[in-house]
């Protein structure tokens, strides 16, 4: 199961076979099945999960009691409510599985322990979250500047999956819309 983090990690950097053991050894495998919480709000986030197989949504709550969808994750990629798992800090966001997932699973502690192990996960976690930054950064640009039809096609466009796997609503949650509009959106494009 740790196929897909290897190569990921060994297309950044020059990547051994001693980096591949010290891989299998601190991400631990897990599995998952469809609308399981996997990290709660009211609580410090335990892990950085990467995603193997299947699609995984950050959300919270707002005053209303609804679901407002923060983050869709397409595999393969991590996920983790980063700010408050680096800062152990009490997160307000959800962790949810849309579908099944395969994921695999590294602790604050465990993660500390590997990065000062050695320098290929120093540098590749510092990426990661380097990702993790400017993916926000750009998400909240584009809600501010792109029209909702915009934020649409680019999400399809980048991540063409996401429909047969999401749920509407989360969909357009994420996009910034009610699931309504997002409705008259697709079939003005299917058109």
Do not use: W
């Amino acid at each position: 199961m740790h196929e897909k983090l290897l190569q990921l990690i060994a297309k950044n950097k020059d990547f051994g076979d001693e980096d591949a053991i010290l891989c299998r050894q601190f991400f631990e495998p897990i599995s998952f099945s469809k609308n399981t919480i996997i990290e709660e709000e009211g609580k410090v986030p335990q892990f950085l999960y990467f995603v193997v197989s299947g699609f995984i949504r950050l959300f919270y709550y707002n005053e209303k009691g609804e679901e407002i969808t923060t983050h869709i994750n397409c595999p393969p990629g991590f996920i983790t409510s980063y700010f408050h798992f680096m800062n152990e800090t009490i997160s307000s966001e959800n962790l949810e599985c849309i579908t099944d997932c395969d994921l695999l699973r590294i602790s604050k502690n465990q993660l500390e322990i590997i990065i000062n192990k050695k320098k290929i996960f120093k540098d590749f976690s510092l990426s990661v979250f380097q990702q993790a930054l400017t993916y926000n950064e750009t998400r909240a640009n584009e809600l501010a500047t792109l029209t909702a039809e915009e934020r649409y096609n680019k999400l399809i466009k980048n991540y063409p999956s996401i429909i047969q796997n999401v749920p509407l609503q989360y969909i357009a949650s994420f996009l910034g819309m009610n699931p309504k509009s997002l409705s008259r959106i697709r079939k003005n494009n299917i058109k």
